[in-house]
């Protein structure tokens, strides 16, 4: 059921390409998230301010416009209103990238993202954001596949006709029903390891109100710079430099590489490079200042989408 269309254009008049967009990052392969690549539609399972969840599925409807569907009965004004709002947070349509394609359109090797790429779909909370990070920690995406799902399947609230298994048409799980969860499920139902404890206590705090992680989405760059925002989530156990550099990333906070095992090679890949360490990695793009985390995140994932300069795709798996 169709209940809401939005305009696919930015704050600054920029483009915006909804297939890029989507297809921006593994986190839509995450519950309660769901990438149909044949269809070109992106799934999520989204929490009501009142209580409750619906499942929503973006689109293009028409050339320059998203439609956001609706599972089940046709939800109330309020609800729909809300909706609305969760699907221009999660997909950034919000954020004004014009001044980096600015700076794009100065760099041969990146200009294309002038044609609307560059927005990084992101997660409903911060919340969601930090434990899935946590979860792509020292270990293959199908274990963090593995363990997203189950935390989803088991803790998170149903949807209006979700399958009575599985993590579809659920949302994800509240800090309450995290910290709620035992060790025996973590280890033996998530199958987490070492980072239950991560997981674990991350709920609590959040849950207790002793960790307000919400705020950190919310802060400008005047009222948390980067550095102070790195050094928040550096603070937080299981967070490292890596982590720490992907929630920033998410949260709009542009400014730092993701450099792990998937970036590196790949930079050098497309590059055409032998070796280049990783200060020489970030001087490349220290040109786009606090976009050159985005930048640089484009610049390995051009081929994830297919296009006319794009001779071939990278395979979409074990994606972060």
């Keep these: 059921m169709r209940i809401a269309e939005l305009r696919l254009v ?113 997660s409903a909370t911060v919340f969601e954001e930090v434990v899935k990070t946590i979860c792509t920690t020292n270990c293959s995406w199908s274990a963090t596949r593995r363990m997203v799902s189950a935390l989803v399947e088991h803790l998170g609230e149903k949807a209006p006709a979700a399958p009575l298994s599985g993590a579809g048409g659920r949302c994800f799980p509240t800090p309450a029903a995290m910290a709620s969860a035992g060790e025996a499920f973590y280890r033996e139902v998530a199958r987490s390891g070492y980072r239950w404890r991560y997981l674990h206590g991350l709920a609590v705090r959040v849950a207790v109100g002793e960790l307000d992680l919400e705020r ?24 490292g430099p890596y982590a720490a550099a992907h929630v920033m990333l998410m949260l709009g906070r542009y400014s730092r590489l993701i450099l792990d095992s998937w970036t590196r090679p790949t930079y050098l890949r ?43 795709l990278a395979p979409l798996v074990d994606r972060r």
């Design 216 to 239: 950190l989405g919310r802060a400008t760059l005047e009222e948390l710079s980067d550095d102070d925002l790195e050094a928040r989530l550096l603070a937080l156990p299981g967070v």
């Design 10 to 122: 930015g704050p600054g008049s920029e483009p915006v390409d909804l297939w890029r967009t989507i297809n921006s990052h593994g986190i839509t392969e995450l519950p309660p998230m769901n990438l149909n690549e044949a269809a070109r539609k992106l799934q999520a399972t989204l929490r009501l301010p009142g209580g409750g969840a619906r499942t929503v599925t973006v689109g293009e409807s028409r050339p320059g416009y998203v439609g956001i569907d609706v599972a089940g009965r046709r939800p109330s004004a309020a609800a729909v209103e809300s909706l609305r709002e969760a699907v221009i947070h999660i997909l950034r349509l919000d954020e004004d990238l014009s001044p980096f394609y600015a700076l794009a359109a100065r760099d041969p090797e990146l200009e294309w993202v002038g044609q609307g790429a560059g927005r990084m779909v992101r």
């Design 270 to 312: 497309v590059a055409g490079r032998r070796s280049s360490t990783d200060t020489t990695i970030r001087r490349r793009f220290a040109r786009y200042g606090r976009y050159a985390g985005l930048a640089f995140w484009l610049y390995v994932t051009r081929d994830w989408v297919e296009d006319e300069t794009t001779p071939s």
